[in-house]
Antibody
Framework: QVQLQESGPGLVKPSETLSLTCTVS?????????WSWIRQSPEKGLEWIAT???????YYNLSLKSRVSISVDTSKNQFSLKLSSVTAADTAVYYC????????????WGQGALVTVSS | QSALTQPPSASGSPGQSVTISCTGT?????????VSWYQQHPGKAPKLIIY???KRPSGVPDRFSGSKSGNTASLTVSGLQAEDEADYYC?????????FGTGTKVSVL
């Protein structure tokens, strides 16, 4: 059974960088599929942030691209998200998700990590 | 890059059917057969219930069905059960972007 688990600080100060890691179990990232970050807030609903594959090809939401970086560590079966210069508007539940291409859907989701931006 | 439009709420009695619409444009819903639907219970992560417009993942009851006409996709829940009370979101590929719907809260009366 594929499982994803987010980890990282739950509180980040404004203007700092949000960093999250997703640990995948039950499936090797090296075997394929794509891996994504999605966030959810009451104000914006569900919002796709970024996607990466095992080869390191990256795809970003253009509205966040200047602040976002996604990376993969196949040796640890993990992928990570960095979002810089955060503001209160970045407060959300962040999900790591497995993404199925080229049919385009998200089949396995982590439980979600609440990240609050506040001083 | 706009959100897909869904009605805020829908409801039905147990055993009845409810249909939720998801309206986009020719650049997303209308342009690709890549619409998916997700069910989310309070405090839980979304769960995939429909992909590729009308396909169900293993384990999802056949009470859930999807369709699409032009720029609008629809999710129908037949034979409503108490556990179907949840938020439902559509999503669509849109050329290097993934648009989500605004969400619909389904209540079982």
């Amino acid at each position: 059974q594929v499982q994803l688990q987010e980890s990282g600080p739950g509180l980040v100060k404004p203007s700092e960088t949000l960093s999250l890691t997703c640990t995948v179990s039950g499936y090797s990232i090296n075997s394929g599929y794509y891996w994504s970050w999605i966030r959810q807030s009451p104000e914006k609903g569900l919002e796709w942030i970024a996607t990466i594959n095992r080869g390191g090809d990256t795809y970003y939401n253009l509205s966040l691209k200047s602040r976002v970086s996604i990376s993969v560590d196949t040796s640890k079966n993990q992928f990570s998200l960095k979002l810089s210069s955060v503001t209160a508007a970045d407060t959300a539940v962040y999900y790591c998700v497995r993404y199925v291409a080229p049919i385009f859907y998200f089949d396995y989701w982590g439980q979600g990590a609440l990240v609050t931006v506040s001083s | 890059q706009s959100a897909l439009t869904q009605p805020p709420s829908a409801s039905g009695s147990p055993g009845q059917s409810v249909t939720i619409s998801c309206t986009g444009t020719s650049s997303d819903v209308g342009g690709y057969n890549c619409v998916s639907w997700y069910q989310q219970h309070p405090g839980k992560a979304p769960k995939l219930i429909i992909y590729e417009v009308n396909k169900r993942p293993s384990g999802v009851p056949d009470r859930f069905s999807g369709s699409k006409s032009g720029n609008t996709a629809s999710l129908t829940v037949s034979g409503l059960q108490a556990e179907d009370e949840a938020d439902y979101y559509c999503a669509s590929y849109a050329a290097n972007y993934y648009a989500f719907g605004t969400g619909t809260k389904v209540s079982v009366l």
